[in-house]
């Protein structure tokens, strides 16, 4: 059974590490820090990826963008990092997504040979970091007809083909940060949620349980702070100001047939593109914005009519379907971190990460990318390890698979059932005899779709409350399973999640 539990009770009086924040950054240092042999407490204030790492576009982005800059160390970092999270860590939950570049009137012969340049770098990249063909094909020109055959809707009307690339993509972002916790928590690792940092130095944390109100000093020989873009409230010698980015949730069916993401030119620009992102779960999201977001950050940051009324006017003039304001049936936004140096400029940090060491001798780990999550608790971590000479074996993450990953080919033997093999890989297995042991269900009821287009299954439920630390109907719906982004498909499933949570209680006898 789990060791991802709510509040503070029983915690140890002291720790090796003490890892503050659970989004993919601050899971990622609990796994780092406890396969080196460190004892590791990690805490959330609310939940696993309450925050910005459930707010992403899902991609294992291969760091073309940074190309562009001229960044080279970064693109590279980034691809590296995207082949061993496909290859290595988490097969189970990436897939190659390819990516059409529709050449319209507005993509002019210049921008689309740039872009053409762009892919060839880009696929550079990929070999650079020894990520095989197999796993992420090379770029190629198409023609109109097939980019209309992987897009039916795009507007037909000057479009002279279509360049068609590959990067990665997510099953899910919060399944991630969900199954690093897990894995982190299956090699010993003190996972709480619903603890809250209060205080924090560099050698104790004070922690108020937000289930109960008590509150607990716990000490640690490290500290490190991966709050992401909360962290300034906890150390007061960094200072982030957050940008916010903002997708949109449609229905499959109001682009019928769309098999790949697409790139949409906005219009009137030669350089600022939005993207159409089909989902494994009949949706697709469209992003991105970038708006300033000053002010107190919110524990969750919302989008603007002005943002999802520009993204659908895109999204409108690449496709031959006017999008209109009752297709978008969800819409969610996330806070992307920029530092405030102290000569007053602004570094932003989605593009690499930073680890600082403040006064009061607390690590913070800030920025960055979910696709570089390894590497960057693997930064943080040879930190702490130096500065506060613990004993420590050096970083092993880079060939530690995440709980049920597998290479492709053994994944795609697997017999179980395939919506849970997509989730959970070679724990499918587990997902499902673990439900069975606690409800006594058939397998057709613990399989079943729980309600009409919800492909979401009883056992994930289930498995949700008894590995992986769900407590509530709210963790279940938001961050164990991503039904919470469509409203109306969050009601239909309430009565789903409750039934989970009682069947699991009354297993328990509770
Ligand atoms: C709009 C957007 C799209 C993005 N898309 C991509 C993408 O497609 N691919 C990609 O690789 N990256 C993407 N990124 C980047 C990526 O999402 C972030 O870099 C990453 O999720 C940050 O994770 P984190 O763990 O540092 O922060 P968070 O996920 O925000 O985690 C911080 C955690 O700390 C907790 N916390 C805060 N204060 C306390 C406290 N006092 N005590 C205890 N806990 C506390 C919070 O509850 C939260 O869970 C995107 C970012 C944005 C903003």
Redesign the pocket.
């Known amino acids: 059974m789990s060791r991802i539990t709510p509040g503070t009770a029983g915690l140890d009086p002291a720790y090796d590490v003490v890892v503050?924040?659970?989004?993919?950054?601050?899971t990622g240092v609990a796994l780092d820090a406890m396969s080196r042999g460190l004892s590791v407490l990690a805490?959330?204030?609310?939940?696993l990826?309450?925050?910005?790492?459930?707010?992403?576009?899902?991609?294992?982005?291969g760091g073309l963008r940074y190309l562009a800059s001229g960044q080279v160390g970064i693109a590279h970092e980034s691809a590296v990092e995207r082949g061993i999270l496909m290859e290595t860590t988490a097969p189970h939950l990436t897939h190659a997504m390819p990516i059409l570049l529709p050449l319209t009137s507005s993509v002019g012969v210049v921008q689309a040979l740039l872009a053409r340049s762009g892919f060839v770098a880009g696929d550079l990249l990929r070999r650079g970091a020894r990520t095989t063909r197999e796993t992420l094909p090379r770029p190629r020109r198409i023609s109109a007809t097939e980019a209309l055959a992987l897009a039916p809707g795009l507007r037909s009307a000057g479009l002279r083909g279509g360049l068609l690339s590959w990067d990665g993509q997510l099953e899910d972002?919060a399944r991630l940060v969900t199954t690093i916790a897990r894995t982190a928590a299956g090699l010993g690792a003190d996972v709480r949620t619903r603890?809250?940092?209060?205080r924090a130095t560099g050698t104790d944390v004070t922690l108020r349980d937000e289930i109960t109100g008590a509150t607990v000093c716990v000490t640690a020989r490290a500290v490190v702070n991966?709050?992401?873009?909360?962290a300034g409230?906890?150390d007061a010698d960094v200072a982030l100001r957050p940008s916010r980015?903002?997708?949109l949730v449609l229905r499959q069916n109001t682009l019928p047939g769309l098999r790949t993401s697409v790139t949409a030119p906005v219009p009137g620009s030669t350089s600022r593109f939005v993207m159409v992102l089909p989902q494994p779960d009949g949706t697709v999201y469209v992003?991105?914005t970038d708006e300033p977001a000053d002010g107190p950050v919110p524990d969750v940051p919302l989008p603007t009519e002005p943002e999802i009324g520009f993204l659908l006017d895109v999204v409108s003039a690449a496709f031959a379907h006017d999008l209109r304001r009752s297709d978008v049936v969800g819409a969610f936004?996330?806070?992307?971190p920029l530092l405030d140096a102290a000569d007053g400029q602004t570094a932003d940090l989605?593009r690499k990460h930073a680890v600082l060491t403040s006064r009061s001798g607390v690590v913070t780990v800030?920025?960055?990318?979910?696709?570089?999550?390894r590497r960057m608790a693997e930064d943080a971590v040879d930190r702490v390890v130096e500065e506060s000479l613990l004993d420590a074996g050096p970083c092993r993450t880079r060939a530690l698979p995440l709980s049920g990953a597998a290479p492709r080919p053994v994944l795609a033997r697997l017999e179980d059932d395939p919506r849970l093999v997509r989730r959970f890989g070679t724990d499918a297995a587990l997902v499902l005899a673990t439900a069975r042991d606690v409800t006594g269900l058939s397998d057709d009821e613990l399989l079943a779709p729980i309600a009409d287009h919800l492909p979401t299954t009883l056992a994930e439920l289930v498995f949700g409350i008894t590995h992986e630390g769900a407590a509530d109907v709210d963790d279940l719906l938001d961050r164990r399973t991503r039904i919470g982004l469509v409203g109306p498909d969050r009601t239909l499933a309430v009565p789903a999640a409750e039934r989970a949570l009682a069947l699991v209680a009354a297993a328990s006898g509770g």
């Open positions: 503050i924040g659970l989004g993919v950054t601050g805490v959330d204030a609310h939940d990826a309450f925050g910005t790492s459930r707010w992403s576009s899902k991609l294992v982005h972002d603890a809250r940092a209060l991966a709050a992401g873009v909360w409230d906890l980015g903002t997708h992003g991105l936004a996330g806070l992307r989605s800030v920025g960055g990318k979910l696709t570089t999550y």
